[in-house]
């Protein structure tokens, strides 16, 4: 009697290998992570969102902010939590941007602004006097942020997509080159 499992009925049926417990629960969900929306359109959208995200003008958010948003999409986290981390002095400069440009939507009046009195406020005051001296300046943050985060993903979109494109065909072309 033959296996139906052999591909020819004289060969001996191929072993059946199991997965480890380890392999199941966590190299084949790393692997899933990594190799997850490698193409180039939807590498040049995780790049795209991923600097907007990590734009978002308020200390401490971004990881976050950029792993649930990823998970919900299902973009490449290694590629988003990176960009997060290499854009972190680009970020706190975007802060001071941002609460200046949503000062000028709003109005309002220049505060004395900066990340040091930021920190330093946070940390050696109540929750209470923090908001107070900058709350104002978050919401101004924020809404400059909230107005130009849409248009960011789509010019940054818009230019990575076709260098992407670019650089996909020409790394991974197959076809051979002619000899003159």
Known sequence: MTDST????DLPPS??????FWQRRL????LALLTQGVTPDKIAFT?????GLSMFPFLG???LLN????LWLRLNQPILQTLNQLLGPVHLLMIILYVRVGESIWGAEQIPFSI????ETFRDQ?????LHRFGWAGVHAFTAWALTFPILVFLLNLILRPILRHAARTLFDSSPTPVP
């Open 61 to 63: 958010f971004t990881s």
């Open 67 to 70: 792993l649930g948003v990823g």
């Open 47 to 51: 790049l795209a969102l991923g600097t």
């Open 6 to 9: 052999a591909p020819h009925p």
């Open 15 to 20: 072993p059946v290998r199991h997965r480890t």
């Open 116 to 119: 040091r009195v930021l920190l």
């Open 27 to 30: 190299v084949d969900p790393v």
């Open 126 to 130: 109540p929750l209470s006097v923090f």
